[in-house]
């Protein structure tokens, strides 16, 4: 079975169906949740980064500063997934053979991973190793900056 | 031409004239301009009302709160305005390339209304409240005037991106 396949029985599954035939005010409300979502994704990492760099609150613990941001912007992440792949099954054959999203794929995986290092592999030993959280945290916005961009040129790419 | 326009004929003209600027036709005749430009108004937005969004916390006393507020704001007041910066500009010259369609968008008014009462709000905030004595203690609950400062710009932000997300979808007063 090939991806199309596997696309078009996903387009056809009931769920799918109801969420394309509802309002079309729904992906909109979807589009804002997903917008919210971000921000709250990347902000928190935003502030995370200026203060692993040493730019903001050098007087505060990093360990102490890292705590809420990390899980507000776990919310975002959540709140982004759940809501773009809610979009997602409004359309998926939309999204078949569209170079942005498969781009913005590679790059969400990459984003995943690196996110995953970030807040369970190297923040916790930040002390210890200071410039792999540097590098660590850079890495991340910088791949969360281009999932962004990918995304936007999705509704773009014939 | 979209009704609004019958009503509002000076408008008309500015936004034709803006869709026919240099930059505005460039970007509209683009493949990948538009979105380019989309892409970094989006990134902005999250840096700068993001991060606005999280001073607006600290002031409502739900976020970073062992942090001292008149730090967190001081600190990251910079990287706010910088955001702001790359959002307006970015804004602006998406705007000149739809400005016919944008300015029909019965969202867009409010999102400018809500954009000038939040900027207003921080002005405020800014320049009379929290110069008050005793207005951001380093600790401790902070006063019921700061918290609802921050409460407003968490809101008037909140309805800022959705009357901007909404333009695309309600494109018509009729």
Redesign the interface.
């Known amino acids: 079975m090939s991806l199309s396949h596997v696309l078009y029985a996903v387009q056809k599954s009931h769920f799918a169906h109801s969420l394309a035939e509802s309002n ?2 729904l ?2 409300v979807l ?2 949740i997903h ?2 979502g ?3 994704l ?3 990492l ?2 995370i980064v ?1 203060r692993v760099f040493g ?3 050098r007087d ?1 613990p990093v360990q ?2 890292l705590r ?2 990390r899980a ?1 912007s776990l919310t975002g992440l959540s709140v982004t997934l759940a809501s773009g792949l809610l979009m997602f099954l409004t359309a998926p054959l939309h999204y078949y053979n569209n170079w942005a999203f498969d781009t913005k794929m590679l790059l969400l995986l990459a984003s995943l991973l690196v996110y995953g290092a970030l807040f369970l592999g190297v923040a916790p030993r930040q002390s210890a190793h200071p410039t792999l959280a540097r590098v660590t945290v850079g890495v991340a916005v910088v791949l969360w ?1 281009g999932v ?2 990918a ?3 999705i ?2 790419v014939a | 031409m979209d009704r609004f326009f019958l009503t509002h004929p000076t408008l008309y003209a500015f936004a034709s004239w803006l869709e026919a600027t240099r930059v505005g036709s460039a970007i509209a005749e683009g ?2 301009a ?3 430009i ?2 970094i108004h ?2 902005g ?3 700068a ?3 606005l ?2 001073v607006d916390l600290r002031l409502m006393g739900v ?2 709160t ?2 001292p507020p008149r ?2 704001h001081r ?2 007041l910079p ?1 706010v305005l910088a955001g702001f910066g790359v959002v307006v500009l970015a804004g602006v010259v998406l705007l000149s390339s739809e400005a016919t369609t944008v300015f029909a968008s019965p969202p867009w008014p409010f999102k400018m209304a809500f954009i000038i009462l939040g900027a207003a709000n921080a002005l405020y905030f800014e320049f009379v409240s929290s110069r008050r004595p005793d207005s951001l203690p380093a600790i401790g609950k902070l006063p019921s005037g700061v918290r609802g400062a921050g409460a407003a710009s968490f809101g008037l932000w ?1 309805l800022v ?2 009357c901007g ?2 333009i695309p ?1 309600i494109t018509s007063w009729s």
Do not use: K, N, S, T
């Open positions: 079309h005010m992906v909109a589009q804002i917008v919210f971000f921000i709250f990347l902000a928190p935003i502030l200026l730019l903001i609150l505060q102490d500063v809420q941001p507000l900056l962004c961009m995304a936007r040129a509704g773009f | 493949r990948y538009f979105p380019i989309e892409g989006l990134i937005l999250a840096i009302v993001g991060l969004m999280l976020f970073l062992q942090v730090q967190l600190q990251l990287y909140v991106i959705i997300r909404l979808y």
